[in-house]
């Protein structure tokens, strides 16, 4: 059976995505998500410069369930540099790359920044998350407004719908 699939002019073997920051933050991981059958990776939400997110303890489980609230942490673009030019080594599968910032204005500069990495393929903006509410206020989702403001600062930059 083909499950292959075109999205904005990008070719998925299969629809299966692996989201932001559920499994595989590193080059390596993307790739062994993509060896296990996704048709794309994301990564996990890059930011502006680095951001630490919530102290530990952030995840809890069970053999059953998982609840983190990790604050959204990264290491900036340059680590984004390096994990995501590993991957382009041989890249096997279309790569999205996240973004999230705590103002419409470096929504656009973030993107304008990760956008300069070469082979991305499309760009996912982090607009939802709750868990840097305490940090930044409410997330941009929660205003129709807000939201088409990130949306168009996002677009002015990288050209695309």
């Known amino acids: 059976m083909n499950l292959s699939q075109k999205v904005l002019g990008i070719n ?3 629809p299966t995505v692996l989201a932001s920051g559920i499994w595989g933050i ?5 790739r062994e ?6 048709g794309a990776v994301t990564t996990k939400s890059l930011w502006l410069h680095e951001h630490k997110g919530h ?3 952030t995840i809890i ?3 059953h369930w998982t609840l983190n609230a990790v604050g959204v942490p990264d290491a900036g673009p340059e680590k984004a540099r390096e994990e995501i030019g590993a991957f382009m080594k041989d890249k096997p599968v279309p790569l999205i790359a996240n ?4 103002s419409i204005e470096n929504y656009g500069k973030t993107a ?6 070469q082979g991305i393929d499309m760009l996912e903006v982090n607009i939802s998350c709750p868990n840097i509410e305490d940090e930044f206020g409410r997330p941009f989702a929660c205003s129709a407004p807000d939201a088409a403001a990130v949306t168009k600062a996002v677009k002015a930059i990288s050209g695309k719908v």
Request: charged share 15%; proline share 7%.
């Open 12 to 14: 998925f073997s299969n």
């Open 26 to 30: 590193t080059a390596s991981g993307w």
């Open 33 to 38: 998500v993509a060896q296990q059958g996704a």
């Open 55 to 57: 102290p530990n303890p």
């Open 61 to 63: 489980a069970t053999e």
């Open 99 to 102: 973004i999230i910032a705590e």
């Open 112 to 117: 304008e920044e990760i956008l300069q990495i």
